[in-house]
C-alpha cells in the first residue's frame, strides 16, 4: 500500500469556523495537507483519502502553527460558507 500526500493553500476572504475546531479562525492563507492510499487490486491507479489536515494559528503561542486534523466535507462547507459570505 502506498500513501501519498497532496498539499495545497486555500485562502479564507472571512474569519471561519471548521467542525472539530472549537475556535474561530481568523482569515488569510491555510496549508492543507491530505494523505491518499492507493486501493489495490485494481487494473488502474487509484486513490482513497484517509486524512485531512489544516495548519492553524497555536491558541496563545505568538507565530507558532498546530496541524489539525479534519473533515473534507467539513472544509468544503467551510470554504462554502466563506464564498458565499457578504464582503
Not at 11 to 25: C, Q, S, V, Y
Not at 53 to 71: D, Y
Amino acid at each position: 500500500m502506498t500513501i501519498r500526500s497532496r498539499r495545497e493553500t486555500i485562502t479564507f476572504k472571512h474569519p471561519f469556523h471548521i467542525r472539530g475546531i472549537a475556535r474561530e479562525l481568523p482569515a488569510g492563507a491555510y496549508e492543507v495537507v491530505t494523505d491518499e492510499e492507493t486501493i489495490e487490486s485494481l487494473t488502474f491507479s487509484a486513490y482513497r483519502r484517509i486524512a485531512t489536515m489544516i495548519t492553524v494559528p497555536a491558541e496563545g503561542a505568538h507565530g507558532a502553527v498546530e496541524m489539525l486534523s479534519i473533515g473534507s466535507v467539513d472544509l468544503a462547507n467551510a470554504q462554502a460558507a466563506d464564498a458565499s459570505a457578504a464582503t
